[in-house]
């Protein structure tokens, strides 16, 4: 049952091409933004579409495929889990947020 604890899917168009950053312990992140689409009707019964962003971060070998293979708009598998972190922004403020550490990345189409 533990392989299913903290366990994400998702699956969506990216919606910019990635930033990749090269660390100075010679591994690589990547991260990009990934909208996924969830359909329903609403009270009149006419079609709607919701739309939800989410960050995706990918290390290491995941990072080296976002970098080659990934850009805006093509359409990717996510195999993950949720991680929390916090930050201090610009102002001084601590700042939380919730990202998907990617773990596998399939490819749904070639756009």
């Known amino acids: ?10 699956i969506g168009n990216i919606g910019d091409d ?3 950053t090269n660390l100075e312990s010679g591994k690589k992140v990547a991260r990009l ?3 996924t689409n969830e359909n329903y009707k609403d ?3 006419e079609k709607q579409t919701e739309t939800n962003w989410h960050t995706v971060v ?3 070998k995941t990072a080296e495929i976002i970098e080659k293979y990934v850009s ?3 359409k990717i598998a996510i195999v993950g889990k949720l991680k929390t972190r ?3 922004d610009k102002e001084g403020d601590q ?3 919730t990202e998907v550490v990617a773990s596998e990345i399939l490819l749904l189409n070639s756009n």
Do not use: C, E, F, R
């Not at 533990?2 to 994400?8: K, L, P, R």
């Open 1 to 10: 049952m533990s392989s299913i604890q903290n366990h994400v899917q998702l």
């Open 18 to 20: 990635p930033t990749v």
């Open 33 to 35: 933004l990934l909208a």
């Open 43 to 45: 009270k009149d019964g």
């Open 58 to 60: 990918g290390w290491g």
């Open 72 to 74: 805006k708009g093509k």
């Open 86 to 88: 916090s930050y201090t």
């Open 95 to 97: 700042k939380y947020t």
